[in-house]
């Protein structure tokens, strides 16, 4: 089926942007996945739609999470095929 895409949109200076990332990075030493980091900042349509969410977790093109993010609904997003 292929490695999955994780998208994951930030901002700079953001530290829950930051734990998304120690997050995503954990969980790809037991899984097998790819993580684009997005700039909400570099996009205005971005900037609009996910302003006060972020960071955001995208899987395959789905939302999956946002803000405090829960390691158990990421893990399991990556893991359900």
């Not at 994951?8 to 037991?30: G, N, R, S």
């Not at 996945?33 to 609009?48: K, W």
């Not at 006060?52 to 946002?66: N, T």
Request: proline fraction near 2%; charge should be negative; aromatic fraction near 8%.
């Amino acid at each position: 089926m292929g490695e999955k895409k994780v998208i994951l949109y930030t901002k700079i200076h953001c530290p829950l942007c930051d734990e998304a990332h120690k997050l995503l990075q954990k969980l790809q030493q037991e899984i097998s996945f790819s993580i684009e980091s997005i700039d909400i900042y570099q996009d205005d349509l971005l900037l609009e739609k996910y302003g006060l969410m972020i960071p955001v977790i995208e899987v395959d093109g789905k939302e999956v999470d946002y803000g405090l993010l829960s390691e158990s609904k990421v893990k399991k997003a990556l893991t359900n095929f």
